[in-house]
């Protein structure tokens, strides 16, 4: 008798999510008998995308390319060539699931097909809530989209849970199984991850990203003449930033911090080098959603270029500050942590906020207990 169940389609398109559901495809993999895993990537991401999927060793059977509009940043062309795209394979492979993750623009066009196409959409990582749809921009409004048209949520947090419950989620659809970012780390590194030991020497290394939408305007730019400032300031300090491939985050980078000669401009590297030179950095500088959920575990403080989050948890217990996106607020956050040793150090802990490192294995135990009861 063949007890395979679950057929699953597992939709990516930036590398975010191939970290993030990496695990996931792994432990479902394991267990043949009750799953098979189909992978789609859109490639909303590109080159940076299959540099991810090769890291992870990820193959997908299906390939939907993103044409490059003149409008890189054009989120209506996007949509418009993805939707019909994810609406004809999930309509000819008929998926038991169909998994998405997070709060891109593919994981709501693939949420928006299957529900067009009929078939059921777990979502993982689901909950999160900033309660400013302008900020991130348009992640909130997606993943508050995803959130009505999933029929599962696995959530990274109590916290995401009640945000669910809030808005008229049924309680049995909800799962809380943490942040699968924690099981990536924990696989790229071998093991369980752990704080690494506080540096008292100099210098002072910064590791800085940014790249939300909202920032394209005035953010990026505040943030580099706020990083200028400092490097001219404070001679111990080194400064690592990785550039993101959009034009419009990396454009004020190179025109403001291209020959300071304290701060690095690096591109976009893998996610084990990534870790490694998180773990080696004494502070983070972020508007991206993943590292301040990395960060914590490493016991690394971050300071986040917005001023709002959908990751309170890392706030709460301390690792995060949320310093805005003014220039002289950007430099007095930092200049805080490197003029008080001992703020520094009530801050760089070690927290677990997302979860233990298992969120795959509860994933998988959901999806063959709900497979189970539909027989």
Known sequence: MNTTCNRLLAVVGTRPEVVKMAPVIRCLEEEPEHFSVELA?????????????????????????????????????????????????????????????????????????????????????????SFD??????????????????????????????????????????????????????????????????RDCAPFRILVTAHRRENF????????????????????????????????????????????????????????????????SDLVLTDSGGIQEEAPYFGRPVLVIRSRTERHEAAELGNAELSGTDTAAIVRAVSRLLDDPELYRQRAVRVEPFGDGHAAERIRADLKERSACLQ
């Open 217 to 280: 305007a005035s953010g990026v730019k505040n943030l580099c003449m706020a990083l200028d400032q400092l490097a001219r300031e404070r001679e111990r300090l080194e400064i690592t930033y990785v550039l993101h491939p959009n034009p419009e985050a990396r454009r004020p980078v190179l025109e403001i911090l291209r020959n300071v000669p304290q701060v690095h401009l690096i591109e976009a590297i893998g996610y084990r080098d990534f870790l490694t030179v998180l773990s080696n």
């Open 133 to 198: 749809r302008s900020q991130p921009f348009p992640e909130e409004l997606h993943r508050e989209l995803v959130g009505r048209l999933a029929q599962v949520h696995y959530v990274p947090s109590e916290r995401a849970r009640d945000n669910l419950l809030a808005e008229g989620c049924p309680a049995d659809s909800i799962r809380l199984v943490g942040n699968t970012v924690v099981d990536a780390m924990r696989i790229m590194l071998g093991g369980e991850v752990t704080s690494f030991p506080l």
């Open 41 to 129: 990537a859109v490639e909303q991401h590109g080159e940076v995308l299959h540099a991810a999927l090769a890291e992870w060793g990820l193959r997908p059977a299906r390939v939907l390319p993103l044409p490059r509009s003149e409008n890189t940043t054009s989120l209506t062309a996007s949509l418009s060539t993805m939707l019909p795209a994810l609406y004809e394979l999930i309509h000819g492979v008929r998926p038991d699931w169909v998994l998405v993750q997070g709060d891109t623009l593919t994981a709501f066009a693939a949420a928006l097909a299957a529900a067009y196409a009929g078939r059921p959409v777990a979502h993982i990582e689901a909950g999160l809530r």
